[in-house]
Structure formats: structure tokens, C-alpha cells
């Protein structure tokens, strides 16, 4: 017999074999390709028109991409017992085609057939579409509460695939709001749960996504490390899987987070790789943009710059605009083309304007401008190094204010338990969002910055790419210097921030950090401006001619340029409440809680009484006074009450914002973020707080009550900021270790009474 004589008889005989078993709808759907699946459901549902083989049908034509025919056969099921199947596939076409709003509804009607059949595992379904098709619509705090539903609804049934899909879905909601620590979690809870190799690859995909998401913006090395390992395992699986579009994503991601690490020869090998998958070339932007970073790691600036000039005009996606701003940016400054730089880093900041400008009144994405300091930062380098003050002034003061907002509104690393709770958070704060956006503490005005430098006298430290500028004006004279780069400076900063109380280091900075015309003796306070690395500065324990210029002058730490005004005297206290020892293990807090209480005739909240019902209702009070545990982590700043944590967003969202706020505890001005908009200090100012007194580092539970009792008795509740500085002047011979990181915080700009 020849070979092909062969051949044919085995064909013959694989034939004769599928006609004797029929082969099964169901079996194919589960095991086979779509393409084999319609082919076999085609001829089952045409023999039994049975609703499930349709149902089976529809989904084989549409994952085939065959839409009109799964349409068509959908369609024709809505008149029978799987009308809610039937409406759930249609729904998901509508989503594929982008009509989410359409998809909503047909997938809430379906949900509702689901419901009165009783079919649970439906309705599960029904919830996991529907939550994507809210996601795309951005409405987190909707998905959130669906995904609850749907996760309860799979496990009551026992579906693990469909409450892994759940827990899927729930991890790129989390992640597009900002709670990567419960996106990770959810992807966890999936992984316990799906099997399939196609689903795991897509597992593997979602974390690393998640990876690179962190801190948005900055490249972050551990991060990156680990996005390389999860796109690694999801291109095995999805290869295994015959999963060639998600091959192709996982080859691009994985030439962008290799590029990022240096790997750069490896970055090409996997941009290669998916250039043979882009058949249709859907993906040739991104692949030109990916070329164009790689040659920009390897130093091939010019071919880099080249490369991202041709490409620009035909990028659609605005995150992915901005990344080549900044990189054109960063090329241009490098050269010295100092135009060039002003030029894009000024389109990359108008793109994250205009993103803020369209998602703020919709929904919350936290990382919106926070993690896009990029261009802003650009901007001012490019005006500083070309010695253009006032543009530079007003760079900076937009990028901080513009950073601020988003900055609070990043969500705690310690979220609520439930994806329902979850989403209330994420209500509230899209409720406060639009409002803070356009309170002073946000807003900016070139105008206004002028008027302040030539009024206030203020001193900023920026940092921007790598170097270290100081931005000051005392009597009208504004300046603008160098200081070095961070990394010079970066030992002595962290030493002094250790022990400020180091005389000769303090004198070294100081001669450094503090222009000389500024230490005066006046009543005229210094405003102090500090971001990123320097924002846990000890700044009043810097030394001028040997005595530290908390000595000379009482300064104010502001988290932005202030806008110069008149501020009216402050009235008597009439209201306060005094909040301490949550814990029950601070006995000196609690002892300086009653007598701060009963200086202003109250009774003080302590142990089980210091609530956080207590805290938030605080709101209308003339002075808050907080002596519990304080830290803070990935979200902000969180005070440790009886009951529970009190987060920095949370504190933000109900817009609490009594006049004077004393935080008497541990790093209580200080958070994660470089411009600290996260901390407790800052969130009481957003709230509309005058003055809030916060510690930029660990204290003593002594020492703060020491300090805390002389503050009251200096007249701190009327006015802090000449208080706190005689005290610290008081404070700073002897051997106090903790005065130096006390601070008096304000978005206020006071102009001299004469």
C-alpha cells in the first residue's frame, strides 16, 4: 500500500469513527478549537434544535469572531427558556463592539431572567460580563458591587471557574482605582481557583500588568523584575493554550519591561517575536513605539528622538502620548536643546490636563496626574536651566498642585473588607474629587505665584531630574540655584533627617540649603516648599551663622507655592475635641489629652471613647487635637483609633477640616508619596483646616507630650506657627532629641502686617 493510499484509509477510517460516536456540542466547546466547535454544533443544533446546543452555537461563532452569526442564532433563542443566555451573549457582543451602555442593559435584562429561573450559575455569568462592560464605562463603585454579587453567587453554585473569572474581573477594577495590594489579592483567590491553561495565562498576564502599574510612571526595578517573571509563565501557557493574540500582548509587554531593566537585546528578541504574530499589523504603532524606547536605553538618542517624531502624530492612546513627550523631553535635554524640551514636556503636560479635565467628573482614576509628574517635572528643568524664574516658579507650582489632588485621592493600602465597601469608597471619594479639584489648595495661577514671590518670603526645593534646585524670594527678589545633584547630596540629607540635632551637619546643610538673606530676625514667617526626597526635611533645624533658623524666624511648611492674601485675625477657640491613646498604651498622651481638655472646658476621648465615629465628626470644630499611633503606608497617612485605622483618603472624602489640627503623633506629616499630599497634615488642609501642627518623623511619647503642654501655654490654639517656634527656639539648646520634627503646616499665605 502506498503512503498516500495509507493516508487515505486512515482519514476513511477517522470518519467513519466521528459518525459512529456523533461527536458531542458540549464535548467540543470544552476541549476543541472554536473552529471545530461551530462545525460540530452547527450540525447538532440544525438535527436537535436543542436551546443549550444554541447557546453553545453562539458562543463558538462569536469566539470564532463569525459576530453577525452569533447575532443571528442569539436572536433566535430570545423567544425560549434561554432568553437570559441568549441576552448575556448578545450583551457580550455589544461590549466587543464597543457599546457598553448597550451591553449594561442587555446583561441586567439577562440577569433579571436568571433571577426569576432561579439559575444562579446565570446570574454569576451575568455579573462577571456585566462588571467588564462597567469597568469599560468606568464605573468602578457599580462593578465592584457587581463582582461581590456574582463571586456569591458562583460559590453558592460551586463554579470555580466562574468565581475565578470573578475574582479576574475584580483585580482590573481594583487595579484601575488604585488598589493594587487587592487587585493582587484577587488575582491570588483566581489562581486558587481557574485550571485551564488559557485562563491561567491570562492570570498571568492581569499580574503582570499589575507590576508594571505600580507607582505608575517611575520605573520601578523590583517591580519590573517581576512583571518580566509573570509575562514569562503567561507566554508559555498561552503558547500551550494556542492563544496567539495574547501571545502577542505578552511579547510587547515583555519588550517593554525588559527595555525598562536594561535587557535591551532581549527586548528586541520578544518585539521580533511579535511582529511575526501581527499579521494584521493592528499592533505596528506600538511596535514602532516600543522600537523607538529601545534605542532610547541602548543611547541611541538621535535615532530615539527620530523615531518618536514620525510616530507621534498617529498615537491615539493618551498615557502612551505622554511617554513619548517625556522621553522627547528628556532627549532634548540632554543635547541641550532646551526649546525642544519646553516644547514637548509642555504637550505632555497639556495631555495629563486634559485627562484630568475629562475623568475627573466621571469617575476616579487615581493616578491621573500623581504618577504623570513627568512632564512637569521637565518643564522645570528645562525653564531652570535656562534661568527662566517666573516660568519656572509656575512649573513647579502647577506640578505640585496638580500632584497634590490625585496624590489624596490614591487609595489606602489597607482597603475595606469586601468589594462592596470597597466601592463606597470609591463613591466617595468620586463625590469629593470634582469639589477638591477646584479648591485653592488645587488650582494654580501664574499670576498668583508672581504675586507671592514678589510679597511672601519663601523658600522651594524641587528636584528634577536628579538635581537639586532652590527657588527662593526674600523682599521681592526672587532666585533661582542649583544645589547639586540628589545623589551627591543624598548621605547628608538622610544623616540630618536622622539626627537634626548634629550641630555641624546642621551648619553644613544649612550654608547650603538656606539663602543667607533669609535668616532675619521678624515676626514675618518663612514659607517652605519642599518635594520629593526633601520632603521629611527637619527644614527649622538647619543652622545660619550656628543657630538654627527656627532661632531667627517662625517658618511654615505649605504644600505649594501660597497665594498671597490677607488673613484675618483668628477668633477665640470655642470648640475642640480632644482625641487619645486609642491604643491604651500611651500613658502620657493620655494625660496631656486631659489637660489639653480642660483648658478649653471639654472632656477628653480616650481608649474606647477615641473612636473614629469621634474623629469624623469633628468636622465643625474650632481645634482637633489627636494623640493616638499614627503611620503610614502605600495610601497615606492612617491614625490608629480604638475601633479602627483612619486613613488619609477617607479623611479627604469627608472633608474634614477643623481650623487648628495638632497631630501630636508619629510621622504624621509624612506619607510615601514624594510631595507628602498623602499625609494626615495635608488632608486636614484639603478639608479646609487653617493650620494643622504634624511631625515629620517617629517621636516620643514624652517628648510629644512635653512639647504638646508648652504649646498650649505659648498660645497655640490662637496661633500656632509663632508658638511652635518659640518653643522649638526654646527647645533647641538642651537635649531634646524630638523638637526638630515638629511643624506647622499651611495652605495660607499671610502677607506682613506693617
Known amino acids: 500500500m502506498t503512503i498516500a493510499s495509507a493516508m487515505l484509509a486512515v482519514a476513511v477510517g477517522v470518519l467513519a469513527a466521528h459518525r459512529l460516536r456523533q461527536p458531542d456540542c458540549a464535548a467540543t466547546s470544552r476541549l476543541d478549537t472554536d473552529a471545530t466547535a461551530v462545525v460540530v454544533c452547527q450540525d447538532e443544533y440544525r438535527r436537535t434544535r436543542l436551546p443549550a446546543t444554541g447557546v453553545l452555537l453562539a458562543e463558538a461563532y462569536r469566539h470564532g469572531g463569525n459576530i453577525e452569526a452569533a447575532v443571528a442564532v442569539a436572536t433566535e433563542l430570545l423567544g425560549g427558556e434561554a432568553r437570559g443566555t441568549a441576552l448575556q451573549i448578545l450583551g457580550k457582543v455589544a461590549s466587543g463592539r464597543g457599546r457598553f451602555d448597550e451591553s449594561v442593559r442587555l446583561l441586567q435584562d439577562a440577569r433579571g431572567v436568571h433571577r426569576a429561573q432561579g439559575d444562579r450559575l446565570g446570574v454569576a455569568r451575568d455579573d462577571q460580563t456585566l462588571a467588564n462592560a462597567q469597568r469599560s464605562l468606568a464605573h468602578y463603585s457599580e462593578a465592584l458591587q457587581t463582582l461581590e454579587e456574582g463571586i456569591a453567587e458562583a460559590a453558592a453554585v460551586k463554579d470555580p471557574m466562574i468565581e475565578g473569572f470573578c475574582h479576574l474581573t475584580a483585580a482590573r477594577v481594583l487595579t484601575e482605582v488604585g488598589h493594587f495590594e487587592a487587585a493582587s489579592q484577587a488575582i491570588d483567590r483566581a489562581r486558587r481557583l481557574l485550571t485551564a491553561d488559557r485562563d491561567l495565562a491570562q492570570l498571568h498576564f492581569l499580574q503582570g500588568n499589575l507590576e508594571q502599574d505600580y507607582d505608575r510612571g517611575a520605573v520601578q526595578q523590583p517591580h519590573q523584575h517581576q512583571a518580566v517573571v509573570e509575562f514569562e509563565r503567561g507566554l508559555e501557557l498561552a503558547r500551550r493554550g494556542r492563544l496567539t493574540a495574547l501571545a502577542l500582548n505578552l511579547h510587547l509587554n515583555l519588550a517593554y519591561s525588559l527595555a525598562e531593566l536594561g535587557r535591551v537585546d532581549d527586548a528586541e528578541r520578544h518585539l521580533a517575536e511579535a511582529a511575526v504574530l501581527d499579521h494584521d499589523r493592528d499592533y505596528e504603532g506600538q511596535r514602532a513605539q516600543l522600537a523607538a524606547r529601545i534605542a532610547y536605553r541602548r543611547g541611541n538618542l538621535a535615532l530615539a528622538y527620530t523615531m518618536n517624531e514620525r510616530q507621534y502624530p498617529a498615537v491615539e492612546d493618551a498615557d502612551e502620548r505622554i511617554e513619548v513627550t517625556v522621553m522627547q523631553a528628556r532627549i532634548a535635554l540632554a543635547i541641550g536643546d532646551l526649546d525642544g524640551a519646553v516644547t514637548w514636556a509642555t504637550r505632555g503636560v497639556e495631555l495629563a490636563e486634559k485627562i484630568r479635565r475629562e475623568q475627573v467628573v466621571s469617575e476616579l482614576r487615581p493616578w491621573v496626574l500623581a504618577s504623570r509628574r513627568g512632564p512637569f517635572e521637565l518643564l522645570f528643568a528645562a525653564h531652570a536651566r535656562a534661568r527662566r524664574i517666573e516660568d519656572a516658579a509656575a512649573a513647579f507650582d502647577r506640578w505640585q498642585g496638580r500632584t497634590l489632588l490625585d496624590q489624596m485621592a490614591r487609595p489606602s493600602s489597607e482597603p475595606a473588607p469586601g468589594l462592596a465597601s470597597t466601592a463606597s469608597m470609591v463613591q466617595s471619594l468620586r463625590q469629593w474629587l470634582p469639589a477638591a479639584s477646584a479648591a485653592p489648595l488645587m488650582t494654580s495661577d ?64 544649612g550654608a547650603l540649603i538656606v539663602p543667607a538673606n533669609a535668616i532675619r530676625t521678624t515676626d514675618d514667617p518663612l514659607y517652605v516648599v519642599l518635594d520629593a526626597p526633601l520632603a521629611g526635611l527637619p527644614f527649622v533645624a538647619l543652622r545660619r551663622d550656628h543657630r538654627p533658623v527656627i532661632a ?13 492674601g490677607s488673613c484675618g485675625p483668628r477668633a477665640g477657640v470655642d470648640g475642640a475635641v480632644v482625641l487619645a491613646d486609642g491604643a491604651g498604651d500611651l500613658p502620657a498622651a493620655r494625660a496631656e489629652s486631659g489637660a489639653v481638655a480642660s483648658r478649653f472646658g471639654t472632656t477628653p476621648l480616650v481608649g474606647p471613647a477615641a473612636t473614629s465615629g469621634a474623629l469624623l465628626a469633628a468636622k465643625s470644630e474650632a481645634l482637633l487635637h489627636i494623640a493616638v499611633h499614627a503611620e503610614f503606608n502605600a495610601g497615606g497617612g492612617i491614625l490608629r483609633m480604638y475601633d479602627r485605622g483612619v486613613a488619609a483618603p477617607e479623611i479627604a472624602a469627608t472633608r474634614l ?59 497655640g490654639a490662637e496661633d500656632p506657627v509663632h508658638a511652635l517656634a518659640l518653643i522649638q527656639a526654646e527647645l533647641a539648646p538642651g537635649g531634646s532629641k524630638d523638637w526638630p520634627y515638629f511643624a506647622v503646616f499651611s495652605a495660607e499665605g499671610c502677607l506682613p502686617q506693617r
Open 446 to 509: 501664574p499670576r498668583a505665584v508672581h504675586d507671592t514671590l514678589a510679597r511672601l518670603d519663601i523658600v522651594a526645593l524641587a528636584v528634577a531630574e536628579g538635581e537639586v534646585w532652590r527657588l527662593s524670594a526674600v523682599g521681592g527678589h526672587p532666585a533661582l540655584d542649583p544645589l547639586g545633584t540628589l545623589a551627591a547630596l543624598r548621605e547628608r540629607l538622610d544623616r540630618f533627617a536622622a539626627e537634626p540635632t548634629d550641630a555641624a551637619l546642621a551648619d553644613e546643610l
Open 552 to 564: 531667627a524666624r517662625a517658618v511654615i511648611r505649605a504644600p505649594r507655592i501660597p497665594i498671597a
Open 657 to 715: 477640616g477643623p481650623s487648628v489640627v495638632v497631630l501630636a503623633g508619629c510621622s504624621t506629616a509624612r506619607s510615601s508619596d514624594p510631595e507628602l499630599a498623602a499625609s494626615l497634615a495635608t488632608t486636614f488642609l484639603a478639608g479646609g483646616s487653617r493650620h494643622v501642627v504634624g511631625t515629620l518623623a517617629r517621636v516620643s511619647d514624652d517628648g510629644a507630650e512635653q512639647l504638646v503642654r508648652r504649646f498650649y501655654d505659648f498660645g
